[in-house]
């Protein structure tokens, strides 16, 4: 372990909410975190103590705006702690040449399985029949109303990267056929792909939405997608809810024009469209897809590991690419 | 065959109902209030009975039927069917596998990662508009890929829940009255040791005398506090009662339940439980399986009346 005087510094940028980072992180780098100041504002923090900062450690979703890089002259990498990176300002980071890192595949797994955990969960009713049992239904209905079968569901992935990968290995052993779109075919992969989602909707029974938030992707699952989608369609969404047309999808859900959905993520959390609320085809979860036991070790080491080989000058694990 | 006496269990499936209406000569076994004067007065009609996982053919229905023929059941368990008196009476009895392997295996699969990601505690969570006020903490997930999964019983079913369970990277342990040879999965010569050794148990064996209760309490001691039982087979696999003091006192870490030992009646106790999901014995509920399922059993009744090989034959 490096002595305190060897420690590099690293900036830690959070909203109050979020917790302090973990402990390992201050046995190997001098964590400044401008909210355990209490005296300064984080403003007036970093313009007199910051100045020489070279790496910033961010801390979940906590936006990071072009105001707070403009008080760090010295920045070359924003180390992100979240699979999504669009709270980055990441032109500023563009035009800066700030390297900016994520979580690489530290949520893969936990994501996908929670991809797959929904889709059965709304084909097969998982929560709203444990919800009939729980409120002692069965005796007085008798039979719940069936669900549908996997095996055979045609299902396209939009997004093909570390977490639409996992999905598509689980779910071939379920007899789902996969398709996908994604800002480029990708050379090694077998499934077919579509250059457009309204393409690979008309196709789909199931489209799985794990891409990342940006101007091009914004509300990519409109009106037209649904549609082509059709009425037996369901959609999954782990990604962020900006990239579904929200008043629209609920708009499709209400009068029966899309089949179910499970959603992870929203517009505006933790707002949900409350006619969403009593809907019985679909299934709602508080943002937390990635969210397991396991998953905060996996990023200890994929966070720690970006910034020793920063500090060392050694290729970082989890690069983003600033196009 | 309008005239071939069919008696119906109980309700299981509306196109199976109407199409046993058309073809044949259909008795509801439910809507008749007095069931023994009934049997007594169609004792001579009745040749075949329809029956599924709730209610089949017991000794004493046989024994009623002097006519009877062949039971067809909508399940693959038969354990409502007495097939050593469908034997001793030259009864013959079909069911209907392989349909519905995928589905229920689907469903394993489908309640353990609802039992560790606590996916209807989540949406519970946000239907209860408890997000918004965000002073709630949703209890501890589990990450599901790599969890070793222990199968009792590798059949059709447990071999379709092991081959789903292994694209999560699970290692895959299993009992069976018999080692099968050849397998990458690991043998357990006991339920209790195969307990001992996985993080999730998943009940796929047919329940017969020797499997009744084939989850006791020593099997749940050694599933432990962090481990999670699957049932998708039967109620009576499961000594309820223990199962259900485990969850409430914290010594068994999870469940997903398909199947109860009184059904249509849950223990109360596991409604205030974030850590188990229920449902109504739903293993096969699907549209499309449901109606294989059924064209199967129709498909059996027709082959045996025109004197045609059966499609699906036990006994």
Redesign the interface.
């Known amino acids: 372990m490096p002595t305190e005087e060897e420690r590099p510094v690293v900036l830690i940028h959070r909203i109050p909410a979020l917790k302090q980072p973990l402990a390992s992180l201050s046995e190997r780098f001098t964590l400044l975190d401008p909210l355990l100041h209490s005296a300064d504002s984080t403003h007036s923090f970093l313009s007199r103590h910051a100045s020489s900062v070279r790496a910033i450690l961010c801390l979940g979703a906590s936006p990071l705006t072009s105001d707070t890089l403009s008080l760090l002259p010295a920045l070359e990498i924003v180390v992100g702690s979240s699979a999504g990176i669009d709270h980055v300002d990441l032109q500023e980071c563009r035009r800066r040449g700030i390297l900016v890192t994520n979580a690489g595949n530290a949520f893969s797994?936990?994501g996908?399985?929670?991809v797959?955990?929904?889709l059965?969960?709304v084909?097969?009713?998982?929560?709203s029949?444990?919800?009939?049992?729980?409120n002692?239904l069965?005796?007085e209905h008798?039979?719940?109303p069936?669900?549908?079968?996997?095996?055979g569901k045609r299902v396209g992935i939009v997004g093909l990267g570390s977490i639409g990968s996992e999905v598509a290995?689980?779910?071939?052993?379920?007899?789902c056929s996969i398709a996908y779109t994604s800002r480029k075919k990708k050379p090694c992969v077998s499934y077919p792909f579509y250059a457009n989602v309204s393409g690979l909707a008309a196709d789909s029974d199931v489209l799985i939405v794990c891409c990342a938030l940006t101007e091009e992707t914004h509300h990519m699952i409109n009106k037209d997608v649904m549609t082509a989608l059709g009425k037996e369609g369901v959609i999954i969404n782990v990604g962020r809810g900006a990239l579904i047309d929200e008043k629209e999808l609920v708009h499709f859900l209400v009068r029966g024009k899309l089949g179910g959905a499970g959603l992870d993520v929203f517009e505006d959390?933790?707002?949900?469209p409350k006619e969403l609320?009593t809907l019985d085809n679909v299934?709602?979860?508080?943002h937390?897809a990635v969210?397991?036991?396991?998953?905060f070790a996996a990023l200890e080491q994929v966070v720690i590991g970006n910034l020793e080989a920063f500090f060392s000058n050694k290729p970082l694990l989890s690069p983003v690419k600033l196009e | 065959m309008e005239s071939i006496g069919v008696l119906m269990a109980c309700?299981m499936n509306t196109y199976l109902e109407q199409e046993l209406e058309r073809r044949f000569n259909l008795f509801k076994f439910w809507t008749v209030s007095d069931k023994t004067q009934f049997l007594k007065a169609q004792q001579n009609n009745i040749r075949a009975v329809v029956g599924n996982a709730t209610a089949g053919a017991d000794a004493e229905l046989i024994d009623a039927l002097p006519k009877l023929e062949i039971v067809s059941s909508f399940s693959v368990g038969l354990d409502k069917v007495d097939m050593v008196k469908c034997k001793e009476k030259g009864v013959r009895v079909t069911n209907t596998p392989d349909v519905l392997t995928?589905?229920v295996a689907?469903?394993a699969?489908?309640?353990m990662?609802?039992v560790l990601?606590r996916?209807?505690e989540?949406?519970?969570?946000?239907?209860s508009g408890k997000?918004?006020k965000?002073d709630y903490k949703?209890t501890?997930?589990?990450?599901?890929?790599?969890k070793t999964v222990g199968i009792i019983g590798l059949g059709r079913i447990g071999m379709a829940v092991a081959?789903?369970a292994?694209?999560?990277?699970c290692p895959i342990n299993y009992y069976s009255r018999t080692e099968k040879p050849n397998l990458k999965y690991k043998y357990y010569p006991s339920v209790v040791e195969l307990a001992s050794n996985c993080h999730i148990l998943v009940v796929a064996c047919p329940l017969t005398e020797e499997t009744r209760h084939i989850i006791n309490r020593e099997v749940i001691d050694a599933l432990g506090p962090k481990g999670v039982l699957i049932n998708i087979g039967r109620g009576p696999h499961v000594d309820e009662r223990e199962l259900v003091s485990a969850l409430v006192e914290g010594r068994l870490g999870g469940a997903g339940l398909d199947v109860f030992e009184n059904?249509?009646?849950?223990p109360?106790e596991l409604?205030g439980l974030e850590n188990v999901?229920?449902?109504?014995h739903?293993g096969s509920?699907?549209?499309?399986?449901?109606k294989t399922m059924a064209d199967l059993v129709l498909g059996n009744l027709e082959a045996h009346f025109l004197n045609k090989p059966l499609l699906t034959p036990v006994v």
């Open positions: 797994e936990d996908a399985d929670y797959v955990g929904l059965i969960d084909l097969r009713r998982v929560s029949s444990d919800r009939f049992v729980r002692g069965w005796p008798g039979a719940y069936l669900g549908s079968t996997l095996g290995k689980r779910l071939v052993p379920f007899g959390e933790p707002h949900v609320l299934v709602l979860s508080p937390v969210v397991t036991a396991e998953s | 309700p995928d589905d689907d469903l699969i489908g309640l990662l609802a990601r996916l209807c989540s949406d519970r969570y946000v239907r997000w918004k965000g949703l501890t997930k589990v990450r599901f890929t790599g081959k789903r292994e694209a999560f990277s059904e249509p009646h849950v109360e409604f999901v229920l449902m109504p739903v509920g699907t549209v499309e399986t449901r």
